[in-house]
């Protein structure tokens, strides 16, 4: 605050209206007013909302916002518009006047859709009443976070993560506990025996991203099995986070989950949103998986944060658990393997690079020897050539030096956004 106040008071073009030097004591006197009105309003909300981090991403998007010339591989979306088949269907419901309150816990039908939908890709039987429609996958994180953790409490977060994650934590006012993932020679890894010593008195959370934003690492069913025999020793809460369970490029057509391992009554909670699978990242719809008995408190949180998710909104979501649906994920999840395919060969040819092979979701995050700092790198990069990545350190201090690349786009931005940057390293 004293180096922004500076550098305010000290412009010359900001004394008067005219430069004048005799203005500059009345707007000294007026920044001094400003700024003190400013402090006082920051102490009076919560500290947990006023320590609420700056997005790390968002920063670099904002450098660039309006260049024509843009290649923007840094934001967790895919550049293909929703299926018109999704569309209709929404467009349908609006047409038939549904626009009024809905169910809190979400239209029934598209509960048992979610329910069956389970069931195709986990091969057994699911319970309708386990599912609830949330506003977004963020909304779910949000809701499963309130719905275990508060003032003091701590989360073991594995690290590098969506931010998000650790913020949704902090404003609720508990604390998340950062536990790096290695990077070596074998890639990503967790070590479990390093998440089982963070636990405290105070941990009231295990928090899995698998398959992960940003690093692509999966979660295998030995280290799953191993995580929740931890958190059943010492009765943890795991929130479950699979938004990228089906951009798995092993042979299951799947990523493993704690759907293989766990009960129903084991104390997990899935989020998950359509945002990814079927390119729906702006009509914030998503869901969480949880034990039916909790179904009251969560109909509470929904209704006491946007009371239901829209009608013509869930509608659309039933069309996308369709088999129309199921056929344009199929899709998606070849392209983006494309993707995967073509960003790992550019960047393993640059020199002094650095990456796993992401096993899931769509990105690749790598680094480049001789730049460490990934917010100066994404910061040069998108100034100098139009390349949008984002920066790891907006990952967490586990993700510093790298960059995060989304792969799910068109092969032509691929590949320019890989010459720029090859280009770029050879000046």
């Not at 699911?126 to 508060?150: C, K, N, W, Y």
Request: proline content about 6%; glycine content about 10%.
């Amino acid at each position: 605050m004293v180096h922004a106040f500076s550098s305010v008071i000290c412009r010359p073009s900001l004394y008067g209206r005219h430069g004048s030097a005799t203005a500059g004591p009345l707007c000294f006197v007026l920044e001094i007013q400003r700024f003190s009105v400013s402090s006082q309003l920051l102490s009076a909300i919560r500290q947990p909302a006023r320590e609420a981090p700056e997005s790390g991403i968002v920063e670099v998007v904002n450098v660039a916002r309006g260049r024509s010339d843009l290649i923007p591989l840094w934001v967790g979306e895919g550049d293909l518009p929703t299926p018109t088949f999704i569309c209709a269907a929404a467009e349908a419901a609006l047409r038939a006047g549904e626009t009024f309150y809905t169910y809190q816990r979400g239209l029934p039908e598209l509960r048992q859709a979610l329910a069956a939908y389970h069931g195709r890709v986990y091969e057994r039987d699911f319970d309708p009443e386990r599912f609830f429609v949330t506003g977004s996958g963020m909304h779910a994180i949000q809701i499963a976070v309130a719905l275990v953790a508060g003032a003091g409490d701590e989360v073991l977060v594995p690290m590098p993560s969506w931010p998000n994650i650790a913020a949704a934590v902090g404003i609720n006012g508990g604390r998340p506990v950062s536990v790096p993932l290695r990077f070596g020679a074998s890639g990503w890894t967790l070590d479990v025996e390093q998440l089982a010593a963070a636990i405290t008195p105070r941990t009231r959370a295990i928090f899995l991203n698998s398959p992960s934003n940003p690093t692509g690492w999966v979660a295998d069913h030995a280290t799953l099995a191993s995580i929740l025999a931890l958190a059943r020793k010492h009765d943890l809460w795991i929130i479950s986070d699979e938004v990228y369970a089906r951009f798995y490029y092993g042979e299951a057509g799947r990523a493993p989950s704690f759907h293989d391992l766990a009960s129903d009554q084991d104390r997990i909670i899935y989020v998950n949103t359509f945002s990814k699978n079927w390119a729906m990242t702006g009509w914030r719809i998503g869901w969480l998986s949880a034990p039916a008995k909790l179904g009251q408190v969560i109909e509470n949180l929904i209704q006491y944060s946007n009371s239901g998710v829209a009608t013509f909104a869930q509608r659309a979501a039933l069309a996308a658990l369709s088999a129309e649906g199921d056929a344009f994920l199929a899709e998606q999840i070849a392209r983006a393997d494309a993707g995967r395919q073509l960003v790992r060969d550019a960047v393993a040819a640059l020199p002094g690079s650095r990456f796993a092979e992401p096993e899931g979701a769509f990105y690749l995050f790598f680094g480049l020897d001789g730049h460490p700092d990934s917010r100066r790198l994404a910061m040069d990069l998108v100034r100098d050539t139009g390349l949008g990545l984002a920066p790891g350190s907006a990952f967490g201090p586990a993700g510093e030096g790298f960059l995060r690349l989304c792969y799910a786009r068109r092969e032509a931005h691929l590949r320019e956004g890989t010459r720029r940057l090859a280009e770029w390293l050879s000046h």
